[in-house]
């Protein structure tokens, strides 16, 4: 069994406390930086410049890796590090592989050639921005060699000739170890990565087989350090989705498992650490070894509210249904809120709308006009959820931060920074669980029983339901809802999903290659959206709050989190090439000691096998202890309470009073 508990005298303890007693103040530069107000490409380079020849080589008293924050731009300044127009995964295996020498002297070549004025223009800032980046691990490597000369301490003497070293083997080529490979990723971050960090354990491992097979580390020393780089991570996180992804395992592009040793070691350091960063997310397959699922089980029954749990089964499909080819979409990770995408690839944007007014519109026409069956209030429904689909999406998303968009493949090579292999938008409709059982109840009591009238649900609903509790009731209690194994529902979330990505995709005529696609997806970003919407024939009154992703709607899913899945498994998902998530939570209790875990697993095989949606993300509280936390947040027992919220995982009490209370409405199962 792995061990998860962190012993109270290693430097992984020491650093963690460091974090939740907020010492990371001592972690940030105070210096200046006026920007250059040149917007284009070689201005942004030259800022970029500026700020890292403005900081400091730094590196904390108990860190194993050099760098602490950036210079600070100057207020109204025109620099943004990381600027970039959509979401992507930095192209961290490029920079791994060809170094910031190799990056920038590629750079340098072609524009000896380049006669292009864009491209030149591009080409002219990655060669300055590499070459900044350069300098500055330079300066970290002459510093840390100083501190070596004057250490007296042995351990801490060796400490710093290691981290000394790591930093002059990036400043003359790429990484050649485990600790430059940390460390370079480490310094990437800082110098403004805001997507998904990708699959880490893909191109880290030859890093940690090499130093391991030859002596110069062990696999203790190996998960100190990436233990250290996972601490760091959680700075100048906020509270909100940081987007700071970490995919593990899954399958190569060959379509062989791509579990390794550097997968275990992940999910053991998130164990231990029990912090918010990063997001661990775990892909399964049919050839997934079980003790990887044990492991990841593991972690979710500790608390720690994560991993994710990611089927290929699903993501790969609806990935191939965008044209993109096997071996990419089998190199597929994960943005902020579960969005699928190829790291250094592709950029992705969204359009997230709700789906509860079109509902609202298509009652509003049962009143005017009246439907003569439900299959006509489908069609209504569906062509006005439909309206919302972009019709132009064809153009490429453009990176436009030189040192983020030179890593990403293609870029480099065709000099633009809308070079990125894929654009990809996705079209995601929300609220999804609330129409299914408002349709529901439409087709139950309009026209099955015949019991209600267009008119009187329409002044209900104008009424917020206020003199009409018990119409509420009635829908509440006697409709059938999603969530609960009930096909009446089900059937109809089933053609309102489907229909809903066969649209997106008939509407998305252009391929992926030269321009954009679509993608239908189901996941949530905006909780804070039920204050605009209106009371809607599900029985949910005006605020009250709206089922996340593809989940049912709160407190609605009354059988079985069985049930649950096999509502969700009518649905083909493999369709939503954008991703599919569903929330679960689950009460301590069921899941407690060894027997708990058994059924846990149990029960993601199960979700894995079906097959539901692309994501799972459960949170294992109990509803009073959130209650408690929100009552005394400054109480020291719950400054380390983690919550699964969407895509992100955070601290409770750091959440705003919105998201407190849709993570403490969501149903608590039993297994």
Request: aromatic letters at 8%.
């Amino acid at each position: 069994m792995h061990q998860l508990d962190l012993d109270p005298r290693s430097r992984s303890h020491k650093l963690r406390e460091m974090y939740w007693n907020d010492e990371q103040a001592t972690f940030r530069q105070e210096q200046i930086v006026v920007g250059s107000d040149e917007t284009s490409l070689v201005g942004k380079a030259r800022d970029f410049e500026a700020v890292l020849d403005s900081t400091p080589a730094a590196m904390q008293d108990v860190d194993l890796l050099a760098g602490m924050s950036l210079a600070i731009p100057a207020q109204g300044s025109s620099i943004d590090l990381g600027e970039y127009d959509g979401h992507y995964t930095p192209g961290h295996a490029n920079i791994l592989l060809h170094g910031l020498t190799g990056i920038r002297d590629r750079a340098t070549s072609k524009l000896t050639t380049e006669t292009d004025l864009e491209k030149r223009d591009f080409l002219e800032a990655a060669a300055i921005a590499y070459e900044a980046a350069r300098r500055f691990v330079a300066k970290h490597a002459n510093h840390l060699e100083l501190l070596t000369a004057t250490e007296s301490h042995s351990t801490r003497k060796q400490e710093l000739a290691k981290a000394a070293a790591a930093c002059r083997e990036l400043s003359v080529g790429p990484a050649t170890s485990f600790q430059g490979g940390l460390q370079m990723l480490w310094f990437t971050f800082l110098f403004g990565a805001r997507g998904s960090i990708g699959r880490f354990d893909q191109w880290m491992y030859p890093l940690y087989r090499t130093d391991l097979d030859t002596g110069r580390l062990t696999k203790t020393e190996a998960q100190e350090l990436l233990e250290n780089y996972f601490v760091k991570l959680n700075y100048f996180a906020g509270n909100n989705d940081s987007l700071r992804n970490i995919a593990l395992a899954g399958q190569t592009p060959q379509g062989k498992d791509a579990c390794n040793e550097l997968s275990y070691m992940c999910l053991i350091a998130g164990g231990r650490l029990m912090l918010p960063e990063p997001k661990l997310n775990v892909r399964f397959h049919t050839g997934s070894p079980s003790d990887l699922l044990e492991l990841s089980c593991r972690l979710t029954c500790k608390g720690l509210s994560n991993p994710a749990y990611f089927n290929d089964d699903v993501a790969i499909p609806g990935l191939l249904e965008l044209g993109i080819p096997i071996e990419d979409a089998r190199d597929y990770c994960n943005d902020g809120c579960s969005e699928l995408i190829i790291g250094g690839k592709s950029t992705i944007r969204f359009r997230n709308f709700d789906s509860l007014p079109s509902l609202c519109e298509t009652v509003q026409r049962g009143e005017e006009e009246s439907f003569g069956s439900f299959p006509e209030v489908m069609s209504d429904f569906q062509a006005r959820l439909e309206d919302h689909i972009p019709n132009e999406h064809g153009q490429k998303r453009a990176v436009t931060f030189p040192y983020f968009a030179a890593s990403l493949d293609d870029c480099l090579e065709e000099a633009s920074v809308t070079g990125v292999r894929y654009s990809i938008w996705g079209s995601i409709p929300s609220q999804i669980g609330n129409v299914a059982d408002g349709l529901a109840a439409i087709q139950r009591f309009i026209f099955d029983e015949e019991s209600l009238t267009w008119e009187e649900l329409n002044q209900a609903l104008r009424d917020d339901f206020e003199g009409h509790e018990p119409l509420r009731q009635r829908i509440l209690n006697r409709a059938p809802k999603y969530g609960n194994d009930d096909d009446e529902v089900d059937r109809i979330l089933k053609q309102v999903s489907e229909k809903f990505c066969d649209a997106v995709h008939d509407r998305a005529q252009n391929p992926v290659g030269p321009g954009g696609k679509t993608a239908p997806g189901f996941m949530t970003f905006g909780i804070h959206r039920r204050r605009l919407l209106p009371a809607s024939p599900d029985g949910r009154k005006y605020e009250d709050n709206v089922a996340s992703s593809f989940s049912p709607a709160l407190g609605r899913d009354r059988n079985s989190p069985t049930a649950v899945l096999k509502s969700v498994s009518k649905v083909d998902l493999r369709k939503a090439g954008h991703g599919s998530v569903l929330d679960m939570a689950f009460h301590p209790s069921a899941l407690k000691g060894e027997e708990g875990l058994e059924k846990f697993m149990s029960f993601v095989d199960t979700f894995l096998k079906l097959p539901c949606t692309t994501t799972l993300q459960a949170n294992v509280i109990d509803r009073e202890t959130l209650l408690a936390a929100r009552e005394n947040p400054t109480d020291p027992q719950y400054r380390t309470l983690l919550v699964r919220v969407w895509g992100f995982s955070t601290v409770f009490v750091s959440l705003d009073p919105d998201l407190q209370q849709h993570v403490i409405e969501r149903t608590e199962h039993e297994l």
